[in-house]
Each structure stands twice: as C-alpha cells, then as structure tokens.
C-alpha cells in the first residue's frame, strides 16, 4: 500500500501542473469582453488621439489666423486650424463621408471637395452634409513658438 504522504505529494503535483491550464483558460475567459489592443498601436480607432503628446508639429507662425494648415502628425495628418492668434485647434483632415481631405478653412468654413460637406472653421461640427458627422479633434497645444501634440 502506498504511503498516505507520497500520495498526497503525487496529487499535489498533478494539481499543480493542472492549475497552469486552468489559470490561462480563465484569462482567456477574462479577455474575451475587451480583447487588448494590437500591439505597437495606442489606439487604431479613430477616437481623436494624435499620438503621443509633445511632439513638434510646425511653427505656430506657419499656421495662419483665420485659416489653417494639414501637417504631418506621428499618427497621420493633422488639420491644424487659428481662428484666432493664440487659438489652435487640431482636426482630422479625413471627411468622415468617404475619406477625401478637407481643404483648409475659408472664411470660417472648413469644405471637402469630395461632394461638398461643409464643417466649422473652428470646431470641426458638421454644418452641411452629405457627411453625418464632424471631423474628429485631435488634442494639440501652443507651446511657445510652436504647436505639439497635447
Ligand atoms: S468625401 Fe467629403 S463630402 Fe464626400
């Protein structure tokens, strides 16, 4: 007859190299609501991130008051737009109707040349379709004589 301490040691054993499987089938369980991002992304929705903040994207006295300028953001282009002197926002360029690049703001309005959606010269909003939303902000800021992402 098997000794009652060995037993318990071999039953320990197999506990333990059977709790591995166990512990990785409830993570996966765990993840299955919210699966994590791929890797080497932030984030590839489309939720208004620019990327990672503080990078140098033009000297503010290139964007011009009134108007705006389409830059190279680390994540895509960004649509920077004035409408006053120390007042810089950032915009996706991309029409949210079928992806052409909006023009800069004329006159408050920002338009696409697609099919002619018009957007605010400022905030982004929609104004005027066929587009059913407005572009997506992207956080920048002055810093100095510059513009960074935020
Ligand atoms: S792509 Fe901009 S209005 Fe159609």
Do not use: W, Y
């Amino acid at each position: 007859m098997p000794d009652p301490t060995r037993r318990n040691v071999v039953c320990g054993l197999l506990i333990g190299l059977a709790a591995p499987g166990a512990l990785a089938a409830c993570s996966t369980t765990a993840t299955q609501g919210n699966p994590p991002a791929p890797a080497g992304s932030s984030s590839s929705e489309n939720t208004g991130s620019g990327g990672p903040s503080g990078v140098t994207l033009t000297k503010l006295s290139d964007v011009p008051v009134g108007s705006g300028l389409i830059v190279a953001g680390p994540s895509g282009k960004i649509l920077l737009v004035r409408p006053a002197d120390n007042e810089v926002h950032g915009l996706d360029p991309v029409c949210p109707h079928a992806g052409v690049t909006v023009a800069v703001p004329k006159k408050g309005t920002i338009t696409c040349p697609g099919h002619g959606s018009q957007f605010d010269g400022s905030t982004g909003e929609l104004r005027k379709g066929p587009a059913t939303t407005g572009l997506t902000k992207i956080p920048v800021k002055i810093s100095g004589d510059s513009v960074v992402t935020a």
